[in-house]
């Protein structure tokens, strides 16, 4: 489960998701209106130009006398039988009857041009409006005021034309760039999340670095940290044992130490920073140094060697050592026995062996793996021991003796002579 710091940044990732698509949603969504908008303009600018060549024409063969419409100029004419229609309606200071093409292309309210053509006299410019017909469908009006011969607006030629096509053509579109501003946000939303991702991932990485450091020596430390504890009890309540008790308190100290210092190591090489200092060690006097500290619980710990010389960081070497040979003395036992453990060096390689259990192959791939100790420890002392060898450019072997005990050989690379 993931807590703390981490989680925290991992929240952000998610806000910075939601607000990275939320401004490109709404960028996406305003080109997306000002397109449509910009799409229903020029369908209404085409049926305008259709309509509006109407008018005009009519207008022109009216002559007004008298109060009284004459329309003879319209006789014979095309346009009185054509599509888009068109009605010759009084308004203002008219008081003439109503004329009405006879093309019969949409049914619309006789009421609704009539005030169409009162709001052309009243403005004294042609409107243009989308009006219902009687059947429910969608129509285009155009209306455009005329003049009686003294000056006086009096009416207005009302020109309209069917638009459900047009309507439908604009609803399809509309629909189309809905579709297609859903793929777009979705599209930008992943994007978001990937990139958010690509960002806080170093900072995460190291927040879980810094929590697993901090969790594996707590759980770590908890056993020698009792041991301490009970041993300064025994010190505080028979000062006479301080001969006994100092010797296993250095121990226990030097094993704490060696926790952390295993923890600080595995940080540094998540990290990429730790550095190897290089120099010619005489292996065989450095294994046995490092036997001869190593705190054995009980354990019987053989040590052999042949004098052999190898390039390598010392420290480090060390802590790989030291690290097996703790695992052979808590793993390595079968249950009611005391562990033993045998160490020997030459040719430049370090072979701890155990009389344990042993390990299938499976089962040593996964003791190379972080966190997968079965053993109540944090599991990164074998993942650290194959790191430190593969940095000196060595390998790390593990093998099933005869007699069923695991053996873990490191190979490293020889040194001077």
Partial sequence: MITGAAARLRDLRWLLTGLFTALNATGVLLVAWLMLDLDAQKGEQALDAD????????????????????????????????????AVLPAGDGRFEPYLSGASCVEVDFAVLSELAADAV????????YVRAVDGKLVRAYAQPFTSADGPYVGAVVAQADAQQEKDRRDRRVLLVALGCVVLVAALGGTGHFLSGLAIKPAAHALDQH??????????????????????????????????????????????????????????????????NIQSVQLDQF????????????????????????????????RAVENLIGNAIQHGHLPGTAPVVHVSV??????????GPGLDQAAAQRALQRFTSSGGSTGLGLYLVQRIVHAHG?????????????????????GRQ
């Fill in 122 to 129: 009243r403005a004294r410019v042609p409107q243009s409006a």
């Fill in 287 to 318: 294994v046995s140094a490092v036997v001869e500290d190593v705190p054995a619980e009980g354990a019987r710990i053989t040590f052999t060697a042949v004098p052999t010389r190898v390039d390598a960081d010392p420290v480090m070497i060390g």
């Fill in 394 to 414: 060595g390998t790390l072997g593990i093998y099933r003796s005869e007699t069923g005990g695991a053996i873990f050989e490191i190979a490293l690379p020889s």
């Fill in 211 to 276: 929590e697993e450091m901090l969790n594996g020596i707590a759980h770590d430390l908890r056993r020698p940290v009792t041991g301490l504890r009970a041993l300064a009890d025994t010190a505080m309540r028979n000062p006479d044992s301080m001969g006994t008790v100092l010797p296993r308190i250095m121990r226990l100290s030097k094993w704490m130490g060696g926790i952390v210092g295993t923890q600080l190591m595995h940080a540094k090489f998540e990290a990429g920073v730790q550095q190897l």
């Fill in 51 to 86: 309509l509006g060549r109407v008018p005009p024409l009519v207008a022109r063969q009216l002559e007004l006398t008298d109060g009284r419409l004459d329309t003879s100029g319209l006789f014979g004419d095309s346009i009185t039988v054509e599509c888009p229609q068109f």
């Fill in 346 to 355: 030459g040719d430049g390689r370090v072979v701890v062996a155990d009389e």
